[in-house]
């Protein structure tokens, strides 16, 4: 059936013919539409039928699963189809395509899976990537998949990036100056509420008090945007039980949802009830909630962080950015005029950041790396990102995947590699369910792989804590045939069963005392050993530390292997982990396990000592003494550990400190001279060169007490630099009294000249430095030497201030001598002149 663009009445059909001409006469084009302007469902069938696709595909790619099933069903329905006939959907563990279809709405993943397949896409004229804005991994790597395809293999491949927020002009310089084509959208106004102040409530009772006032105030349904699971789950609860709401339908709607469940959201009810939509992100872009007017925005989201420090993604709740607000806001707009509640003050708002930073500079980036490897590119470089990829990331990415074994040491991927790209997991679990037909349970691996890419489905308890994940496989065990379609186990199940059809898994009885084992096969980092004296305490393989709660069932276990951490402090705390045993370990990791021979300070004996281990990245799994380690081997123990405590160790004297001084004030005055870097992280940072070479024959700290710091500094001065330095910088100023006084050069700008009055009776001027360039302060002493006065001025200070210092200290030192003319009086070092 062919389609009446404009009896749509969407405003996107008046720009469809520029489009088509815009993708004729370019490879890649933009197009940017506002919210409700009909992009997603009309731009496709008009570029189909417009024939200049010929007999060729479309493929359109959405972010998320809800959104592509959405989208298909409604362009479906425009062409008075059923969705898998002209218009069809690929989506994780669900599909609906037939020989005829022509346009496939798929997710990242699905486009990513075809590229590495099939590089020229044969078939295929025209990739859409759908509100791009969203900018998770998959999109940015199935664009550069796509671009290098377009440039390599297929001229003729057309590619159209499509969203309501974008960043156009970076966009299309990226590019190669692509065409951008705007549509204005259709947009009804949206009334937009702040609060007065910030709410010290909870976040789900703060919601459901605006919920139920705009219940009571206006007409529509609700749309509400919460973070996660959790929050929605107890904000319906806190609604079920409102007096102040009735006959209301309250629905959930996030990604773990069955299909059917969130349809139920998307779709009018079925007897007429007003909804309360209860959402995540998931609801912000390309979908059109039936009957919704109001809009109420926690104005937060949730998304995985990766920490470089710890290698581990954690989920963070952050403000959401003004584009995603915008979004959000415009969900009342989309069917009339709306109204929306934000959870913030309009000083906040004024605060938000305009875009949330894209996936790619903030994820963990292995499965990205591996595909990268599976395409052929080493080299991130070689392809086309808008924003390139963290080359620590990268690097951090490709160190998993070697100790996964999908790497070898050159960066190509291996056989095992190959097989790990081609399942729908992480590269972890994926690496765990191939690796586990050595041990006969791939059925095991195939749960555990499903648990834990979903949802946790056991609730947990701060009370009763239980991070053993053989406690979820007995629960799946138990329920292995419940048909509930919407319980997050049965979602479980479906995930296990479609990994066990894919790879032929014969379903066997599982042996859950194997589940460590397994896990260490995705974790290979996160293998915990507990510390010593601890029940609770663990040192993990990567290097980390983790702890497990006081009354949990695996507190004391010896080895455990980490599959959730919460990733914060020191020692994170272990939220899913499994025993695993030490001749386990033995066994199936012998290829990572090492031998050193380590020779170190130990800090509790005060010694050196030097060991062979056996280690399997962190962790010592054996250690034996050696007798009498290299003298070499001695000393740079001991060189470590001056380096680890910053110097302390060394036996500094004024002598040595005045020296470094000295020549740091020429390096800073003097140009006529080349002269070393003594500051304190040159020194460390180069101990071999000029301390190892005096540590031969010492074994212990005490022994260091014998150095001689000053002699050791100035053999790293040639003989001019060694005179140089004591006409330009000298350690000491001969005074009137006869004393040479020590100057003091700590500061490199203006060095210091502590002298007793008494001893500089006689001076007209404070002494020069450095060619005479650099007058130094004298700081003027009691005979007590307590500090009296600090002058740059000599002069001045015998004329103008003198007198009032003599009449203070002759009145507490009245046994010294106090001239009334200290320019023409002897000076001493003794309480009086000598009598000649």
């Known amino acids: 059936m062919t389609v009446d663009f404009t009896g749509t009445g969407l405003p996107v059909a008046s720009i469809l013919d520029e489009l088509g001409a815009a993708l004729m006469t370019s490879p890649s084009v933009i197009l940017e539409a506002a919210p409700g302007a009909g992009k997603t469902t009309l731009v496709p069938i008009f570029l189909l039928q417009s024939g200049m696709l010929r007999d060729q595909k479309i493929i359109m790619l959405e972010p998320r699963r809800l959104a592509a099933r959405a989208a298909a069903r409604r362009m479906a ?10 218009v ?7 599909s609906k395509i037939s020989s005829a279809t022509r346009i496939e709405v798929v997710t990242e993943g699905i486009l990513t899976r075809r590229l590495q397949a099939d590089p020229e896409l044969a078939g295929v004229g025209l ?28 001229g003729d491949l057309k590619l159209l990036i499509m969203s309501a927020t974008l960043d156009s002009p970076r966009l299309s310089k990226a590019l190669d100056d692509a065409p ?22 909870r976040i789900e009772a703060s919601v459901a008090e605006v919920i139920e006032h705009a219940w009571q105030s206006e007409q529509g349904d ?12 107890r904000t319906q609860k806190l609604l079920e039980s409102s007096a102040g709401i009735s006959n209301a339908r309250v629905i959930p709607l996030y990604g773990n949802l069955p299909p059917q469940r969130q349809d139920q959201a998307i779709l009018p009810d079925p007897e007429g009830r007003r909804k309360i939509v209860l959402s995540t992100d998931i609801a912000e872009t390309s979908l059109t909630i039936e009957g919704v007017r109001i809009v109420v925005d926690a104005g937060l989201a949730r998304s995985p962080v990766f920490d470089p420090n710890s290698g581990m993604s954690a989920l963070l709740t952050r403000r959401v950015a003004r584009a995603s607000a915008n979004q959000r ?3 009342a707009g989309r069917l009339g005029p709306g109204i929306c509640y934000r959870l913030w003050t309009a000083a906040e708002d004024r605060g938000l950041i305009e875009f949330a930073p894209p996936e790619i500079l903030t994820a963990d980036l292995s499965a990205l790396v591996l595909e990268l490897a599976n395409w052929g590119a080493q080299d991130v470089s070689e392809l086309f990102w808008l924003d390139a990829p963290p080359p620590g990331l990268v690097a951090q990415a490709k160190e998993l995947l070697q100790a996964l074994d999908a790497l070898d040491g050159a960066g190509k991927i291996t056989l095992i590699g190959k097989k790990i790209v081609k399942l729908p997991l ?52 138990r329920d292995r045939q419940r048909k509930d379609a919407n319980s997050s186990i049965y979602q479980v199940r479906r995930v296990s069963r479609d990994l066990t059809r894919r790879l032929d898994i014969r379903d066997r009885p599982r042996d859950t005392s194997k589940t460590g084992l397994l896990l260490a096969f995705a974790y290979p980092d996160r293998i915990g050993e507990l510390r010593d004296g601890s029940q609770t305490q663990y040192r993990l393989s990567g290097g980390r530390g983790a702890r497990i709660s006081e009354n949990d069932r695996l507190r004391g276990e010896p080895y455990l292997v980490v599959a959730e951490l919460d990733g914060k402090g020191r020692d994170a705390r272990v939220d899913l982990a499994a025993p695993i045993t030490a001749p386990e370990i033995e066994e199936y990791f012998t290829d990572h396990i090492v031998s050193v021979r380590r020779v170190f300070w130990d800090e509790n004996k005060e010694r050196v000592l030097a060991v062979t281990e056996r280690k399997l990245g962190a962790l010592v799994l054996e250690s034996r003494r050696i007798d009498n380690p290299s003298p070499e081997e001695i000393s740079t123990a001991l060189l470590d550990v001056i380096r680890r405590k910053e110097l302390q160790p060394l036996p500094w004297d004024p002598a040595s400190r005045g020296l470094i001084d000295r020549v740091n004030f020429a390096r800073k005055h003097d140009d006529t001279e080349r002269w070393p870097d003594y500051s304190d992280a040159t020194l460390l940072a180069s101990l071999e060169d000029w301390l190892l070479p005096y540590l031969a024959g010492m074994s212990s700290l005490a022994g260091l007490q014998k150095l001689n710091l000053a002699d050791i500094l100035k053999r790293g001065l040639d003989w001019n630099q060694l005179s140089r330095l004591n006409e330009f910088a000298p350690e000491s100023i001969a005074v009137p009294s006869g004393s040479h006084i020590r100057i003091e050069y700590s500061n490199a700008e203006t060095p210091v000249l502590a002298v007793r009055l008494q001893e500089i009776f006689g001076m007209k001027d404070v002494p020069k430095l450095a060619d005479g360039r650099v007058s130094v302060s004298v700081h003027l002493l009691s005979p007590a030497r307590r500090p009296v006065q600090i002058t740059q001025d000599l002069a001045s200070f015998w004329q103008n201030t003198y007198a009032d210092v003599k009449k203070d200290l002759k009145g507490r030192y009245p046994k010294h001598y106090w001239p009334d003319d200290p320019l023409q009086a002897e000076a001493t070092a003794r309480v009086k002149p000598r009598k000649r």
């Open 329 to 331: 806001r415009g969900r």
């Open 180 to 201: 951008v084509v705007r549509s204005t959208g259709r947009q009804y106004p949206v009334e937009t509420r702040f609060l007065d102040r910030p709410s010290a409530k």
């Open 426 to 477: 992480h590269p972890r679990l994926a690496a765990m369910v191939l690796r586990a037909e050595e041990i006969g349970e791939q059925s095991l691996a195939a749960d555990i792989a499903a648990l834990l890419s979903e949802r946790d489905i056991l609730r947990r308890d701060p009370e009763f804590p239980d991070a053993d994940i053989r406690s979820r496989l007995d629960i799946l065990r």
């Open 222 to 233: 609700i749309l509400v945007f919460l973070p996660g699971a959790g929050e929605i789950n």
């Open 77 to 86: 329905e425009l062409m008075g189809e059923d969705v898998g006939q002209t």
């Open 127 to 154: 990739v859409i990537f759908d509100e791009f804005h969203e900018r998770n991994l998959q999109t940015d790597l199935g664009l550069a998949l796509a671009k290098q395809a377009q440039e390599v293999f297929r």
């Open 88 to 94: 069809g959907y690929r989506v994780r563990l669900e």
